[in-house]
């Protein structure tokens, strides 16, 4: 039926659960980690990818906000709303590279207002139960994430009060963490559709924050004295520690039960991946541990390859879905 075509599409966009967020932060992670190992069109190629998925995910938060407000706010309770602040400063921290400090800025300003994290934050912690699944770990990923970001841009500017900032939320973040430890399933590690990997992703991302913030300080700044840098380098480095013993143990747990069938959760094993790799070669640099860039960049390639399987996945799950929404 002509001019019919688009309501397909339409309905199947609709469909798309809070979860697909995640794409745009393994996207977005891929390309920090390629900027940092000096991959830089490839890492561009990535930011546009992560960019337009973000803004299409954006698209339809506020759709849901202004057309579907029973269904938005049933959704902002979940775990998984709080990936799209998660996305925004992860997609902002890879701008910040890119010398344009303005936008960065801005996805900033939009994570912690006009997504409403303190907001998003406080509805899902409330909601938290016993016997959650991986994503009971986003409260922490999202908060570390403006951590990352704010500290990114405290060095990008020399701001010495967003790196203070920048600090608190990190401390928070590691709160979160803990009490989100207490509330994860770890039957999760072996039956899990992906997002158990977030345990382990929830670690690294905050060892890149602690390092983003280690690398803040410099003369212009004077941020922290030699017991705070202490205290922040060892935190740092058992974060990162930590993180790679999580990742041994979610491998093994995928070689011995494999789950290779799509699910859109399998983006919350790629962003891990690749934060863990970002993570160490994010260490290495603050720390000037050279030896950890070497398998730091194993790790991004390995984080490719999966991004690149999950990837087809997805875009045989969509066709398959919008043919079978077209026939309805």
Known sequence: MPG?????????????????GAAVMATGIVSVGLHLTGYETLSRIALVLAAAAWLGLAADFVVRLLRDRDRWTAEAGTPAALMSVAATAVLGTRVATQ????????????????????????????????????????????????????ATLAAEEATGWLARAAMVVFWLGLLLYVLALVRFDPRQIVEGAGDQWVAGGALAISALAGSRLLAADGPGLYLWNEDDRGVLRTVTVTLLVLDLCWYVVLLA???????????????????????????????????????????????????????????VGAVRSAWRDFRSTARR
């Open 253 to 311: 747990a995928e070689i011995v039960r494999p789950r290779p069938r799509y699910d859109v959760r399998r983006w919350a094993t790629v962003f891990p991946m690749g934060m863990t790799a970002a993570a160490m070669l994010s260490v290495a640099a603050a720390l000037g541990v050279e030896w950890l860039k070497g398998p730091g960049e194993v790790l991004l390639w390995v984080a490719v390859a999966v991004w690149l399987a999950v990837a």
């Open 4 to 20: 019919s075509s688009p309501l397909p599409l339409r309905a199947w966009w609709a469909r798309r659960p809070p979860a697909a």
């Open 99 to 150: 010398d344009r400090p303005a936008l960065a800025t801005a996805l900033l300003a939009l994570a912690l207002a006009a997504v409403l994290w303190a907001g998003l934050l406080g509805r899902v912690v409330r909601r938290w139960q016993r016997s959650m699944p991986g994503a009971v770990f986003l409260g922490c990923v999202a908060t570390q994430g403006l951590a990352v970001l704010g």
